[in-house]
């Protein structure tokens, strides 16, 4: 199960690498404007801090702009994947791209059908939002399970990719359902390292050690 940070911020980017387990990272144009610095210089720091698939994503509306856009982010860094939305104008793109061995994450996958046609297309990451389906009374995690079953039964290459993770919860079904990779917030890469009960005997291990007599 591969990680990734699903943020565009280097100081968080960096704090998270520092543990040795971040695979890779995830952007959007929602987390890109945040950082307000301009898109393709931004894109290059986060790649010099990540040896990973680093997402960047396509704002054309149309087919041949996302082309042309993935053309020109795939040419910045050998770990850019780009990002076409599930659209029909995406779907094709993302088909010419992949024809051209450029790896696309197809994004804003809200069904099963959906998924099915973005791995048709070639897509290399399937990206579908749990919490967002979450936040209008449907069960996210469902989705992960119709379409890790179904790309199993097919063989389809594209991974998938949870995206729109809100908490730990989310992480732990998406293994039990054998999902990709989870793409998460730092919080919630920081919540599931901890636990009540660890902090505590670590605590606890320190008062007792600090009896123990030792040759300095
Ligand atoms: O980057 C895509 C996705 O993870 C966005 O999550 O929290 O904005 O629904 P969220």
């Known amino acids: ?5 699903d943020t565009a911020n280097l100081d968080e980017i960096r704090d998270v690498a ?3 387990v971040l695979d890779g990272i995830t952007t959007n ?7 307000g610095n ?8 986060i790649c010099a801090l990540v040896d990973g698939p680093i997402s960047a994503e396509t704002v054309s509306p149309d087919a041949s702009g ?3 856009e993935g053309r020109h982010l795939a040419k910045l860094h050998k770990n850019i994947v780009v990002k076409c939305p599930m659209t029909r104008e995406g779907l094709k793109a993302t088909k010419i791209l992949s024809g051209q061995g450029i790896r696309v994450n197809v994004t804003l996958v809200f069904s099963a059908p959906q998924a099915i046609m973005a791995a ?5 990451f399937v990206s579908p939002f749990v919490g967002r389906l979450d936040d209008i009374g449907h069960t996210g995690m469902e989705l992960i399970r119709d379409i890790v079953t179904i790309f199993n039964n097919y063989d389809f ?11 730990p919860l989310h992480v732990v079904q998406a293994g039990l359902m054998g999902a990709d990779i989870c793409t998460m917030p730092a919080k919630v890469f920081d919540q599931l ?3 009540p009960l660890t902090d505590k005997g670590v605590d606890q291990f320190m008062k007792d050690w600090a009896k123990v007599p030792v040759i300095k």
């Open 157 to 167: 290459k594209t991974e998938v990719l949870v995206a729109s993770i809100r908490n």
């Open 1 to 5: 199960m591969k990680f990734f940070l």
């Open 29 to 35: 144009p929602t987390l890109i404007s945040k950082e």
């Open 38 to 45: 301009v898109f393709e210089d931004q894109l290059l720091k």
């Open 193 to 195: 390292l901890k636990h």
């Open 120 to 124: 048709k297309a070639g897509a290399y």
């Open 18 to 20: 520092s543990t040795g």
């Open 66 to 68: 996302m082309v042309e």
